[in-house]
């Protein structure tokens, strides 16, 4: 029997795609045995040992180990049992390929623009914030959480996506479970991903704040990225090598010369922004990031980002392997069980689950998987390796994340992590309130903590919150040990600093995007003038959609950067429960479509991540807004406020000036904690009576689109197999000759104008 099929949809042109249906070898099968038998050693380690003995370098290990096994059985069961992927099916990308929004992408540079996209602030600041309860309840939460539930989210959307055009999640739940559900579901997702975008965009506001070096060097990857788009688009198609290696030299020196600019006086007088200039920046960038065709800015930006990130992250992780640093962490923390943790207020459950949002489940990776990607995927089999392997690799970052958290003294942690009115702002009061704690370790001193500032070439770290300057101060504690030593530290810092907002940057533009196609999809569905915003390319619809995206998050964001509370101290738990809360919509489409289309005997796929991601979110939202303690409710808050402005007093944190400023935060913040929970709410049960009918009628129908023949090629996997290899010189041959193009390349015919 043979074991390679090649798919043909034209006689005259070679094969669109080749299937390998070679069993596993023995030799293969011992590697993952071995593979597993590793990973379940470091997981024994991790549960059971206690005190200096446990090493990080476990929990890279028993994450890998996780990660492989994960991806090579689960994801590949998924794949032959619900999504059946064919190569000799076109994409939309290549159906409706227009140059703009739908194009047949190269699947090195779409994961990517995938990963950058996805990969925000959840993954950086949510498992450093979660440290404070101990490594281990977050490190299982983030390992366990995405094999089960974010990678499954992110590919099956994707899936359902890529098999209707392209449509964003708020059509899907419009198509699939009716004008109540529809509805719900579109407005939940429109005002979550305004919080969503909000906070992302404030985290970056905090790390380029009054930073010239990282103000420089962010800026100088638009640029970058518009000269790749033109390179890969019109000046040398097809050629992702070549752009690359340009990009990675060009982004290398805007990192190195954004510290020689750092050191100028015009520099410093040039590149130093306020937090709010830079958010009106990060405002009008998101605007055009998202109008512009996303080959010329957002996708060779997102791939340029690509490189920072996982290169970062690997080098992090190698050099946890090599300097092998203790965590000195506790497994889990008093903070776990009290829930008085001063980098967040709630116990374990539920606030550990919404606080590690993007690292293990996230609702913002759905519309992603239904926005920008499906719209560029060229091959229907590239799914799982985008979908699924997109989300392990965000996962890992997340792994990494709480290690830097875990292995940096706790003094130093609570110090950064604690807002300025427990800690004082000051290295003494610093720690003593530190000290005040009952943490291990010996007491720290005034001098500590004016040290390790001097270190890291800041003037002070104490109260630092939002997880980004701490997760630096653990990159260059680990980076400095093998690369340079302490000399290096201040250069490791700002460099992770810098690489912080690069990181989140590229989920703000992408989101935008995402955004104006939900907006779009959204005014189309009424019919009449308004059908023409059903093209999501349409350029006046695009302009009018886009403004008014970036005008819903820009107005948060300054709202956030203004806030008497903290901004991100504030806003971060509504994020939270905000992400938590559109992945339960995400999950609760894909859940309706496998059951109708009849696959009701793996409804458990998705179903079990649902119904767990509910009782959590649920949770969270019913103590945010009925919550007594101030430093979880939200009415709570308010209710004080109100009286501290009837009695001419400051109110929490806020002094007496602020007192309105909180007033209109917290009536904002507690009201969203109710949209969006009763919204969810009306989505989880339409969907839950939808899928009972389709049930008891054995399946009903889809909207899936119409199949057409596939008429490009390219290959299935991240690594090209030789098969396929011979099969893309026939095409090389052919696209040398002029019969056809290279997918992607700028071309214009009659029936797919540029």
Not at 149 to 168: H, I, N
Not at 241 to 264: F, K, N
Not at 589 to 600: D, E, H, N, S
Not at 613 to 635: C, N, R
Request: hydrophobic content about 50%; glycine content about 10%; some cysteine.
């Amino acid at each position: 029997m043979a074991t390679l099929e090649y798919l043909r949809t034209d006689p005259d042109l070679p094969p669109v795609g080749v299937v390998d249906r070679s069993p596993i070898t023995p030799a293969k099968k011992a590697i993952f045995a071995g593979i597993a038998v590793l990973g379940a050693v470091a997981w024994a380690l991790l549960a059971i040992a206690r005190g200096e003995n446990v090493n990080a370098v476990w929990i890279v290990i028993a994450a890998v180990c996780t990660y492989v096994i994960a991806y090579r059985f689960y994801a590949r069961f998924i794949e032959w049992k619900i999504t059946t992927p064919r190569d000799d099916v076109a994409t939309p990308a290549e159906i409706l390929e227009n140059g703009k929004d739908y194009m047949p992408m190269d699947r090195r540079v779409l994961y990517g623009h995938h990963f950058a996209a996805i990969a925000g602030a959840g993954p950086l600041v949510g498992p450093v914030l979660a440290a404070q309860m101990g490594y281990l309840p977050g490190t299982i939460w983030i390992v366990v959480g995405v094999v089960f539930a974010g990678a499954v989210q992110d590919y099956l959307v994707l899936w359902a996506s890529t098999k209707r055009r392209g449509r964003s999640l708020g059509q899907m739940a419009r198509d699939e479970l009716g004008a109540i559900g529809g509805v719900a579901a579109i407005v939940a997702i429109l005002v979550i991903m305004m919080i969503l975008l909000a906070v992302l965009a404030l985290v970056v506001v905090n790390a380029l704040g009054e930073s010239p070096w990282g103000v420089y060097s962010i800026g100088m990857t638009i640029p970058i990225a518009l000269f790749m788009g033109v390179y890969l688009r019109f000046l040398r198609p097809g050629k992702v090598g070549e752009v690359s290696a340009i990009g990675i030299a060009l982004l290398l020196l805007a990192i190195v010369s954004g510290g020689w600019v750092a050191e100028t006086s015009w520099g410093e007088d040039w590149f130093t922004l306020s937090k709010t200039t830079i958010a009106w920046l990060l405002i009008a960038y998101g605007f055009f990031a998202s109008v512009l065709p996303v080959w010329l800015l957002l996708a060779p930006r997102d791939y340029l980002s690509t490189f920072m990130k996982i290169g970062t992250i690997g080098l992090l992780a190698v050099g946890i392997l090599i300097t092998m640093p203790v965590l000195e962490a506790p497994a889990v923390s008093q903070f776990a069980s009290s829930g008085t943790g001063p980098a967040f207020a709630g116990s374990l459950f539920p606030f550990l689950f919404i606080t590690i949002a993007c690292g293990a489940l996230s609702g913002f990776h759905s519309l992603v998987a239904s926005g920008t990607t499906p719209k560029l995927l060229e091959k229907e089999s590239h799914g799982r390796m985008i979908g699924y392997g997109g989300m392990l690799m965000e996962s890992f970052v997340a792994v990494m994340a709480i290690i830097t958290a875990s292995i940096i003294d706790q003094h130093l942690y609570f110090g950064m992590n604690a807002p300025g009115a427990l800690t004082g702002n000051t290295p003494e009061t610093a720690a003593a309130y530190t000290n005040s704690l009952g943490l291990s370790g010996p007491p720290a001193t005034p001098a500590d903590f004016s040290q390790i500032a001097s270190d890291v070439g800041e003037k002070t770290i104490i109260s630092r919150t939002g997880g980004a300057p701490t997760l630096a101060v653990g990159i260059s504690q680990v980076f400095s040990e093998f690369l340079g030593g302490s000399a290096m530290k201040s250069f490791w810092y700002h460099f992770a600093i810098m690489f912080e907002a690069l990181f989140i940057l590229t989920t703000i533009d992408a989101g935008t995007r995402v955004a104006r196609f939900i907006v779009s999809d959204a005014l189309g569905n009424f019919g009449g003038p308004l059908r023409k915003f059903k093209d999501p390319s349409w350029r006046i619809g695009a302009w009018l959609c886009s403004l008014v995206v970036v005008a819903a998050w820009g107005s948060i964001l300054l709202m956030g950067v203004n806030d008497p509370f903290g901004g991100i101290n504030a806003l971060y738990p509504l994020f939270g429960i905000a992400n938590q809360l559109l992945a339960a919509v995400a999950l609760t489409v894909v859940l309706t479509i496998i059951i109708k289309k009849g696959l009701v005997k793996y409804a458990w796929i998705p179903g079990i991540p649902l119904i767990w991601d509910l009782l959590v979110t649920m949770t969270a939202s019913w103590q945010k807004i009925f919550s007594a303690d101030p430093k979880l409710g939200y009415w709570k808050q308010h209710s004080l406020c109100q009286a501290a402005k009837d009695a001419g007093k400051g109110c929490l944190t806020a002094k007496a000036d602020q007192v309105d400023t909180a007033l209109r935060n917290t009536f904002i913040q507690g009201t969203l904690s109710i949209i969006f929970a009763v919204l969810v709410l009306i989505v989880a049960i339409v969907g839950a009576v939808v899928c009972l009918r389709a049930w008891r009628a054995g399946g009903s129908e889809t909207t899936e689109s119409p199949e057409e023949p596939s008429k490009i090629f390219a290959p299935s996997g991240f690594v090209a197999t030789p098969a396929e290899r011979e099969v893309q010189k026939q095409w090389d041959e052919l696209i040398a000759a002029g019969t056809v193009r290279a997918p992607g390349a700028a071309h214009a015919t009659a029936d797919r104008p540029a």
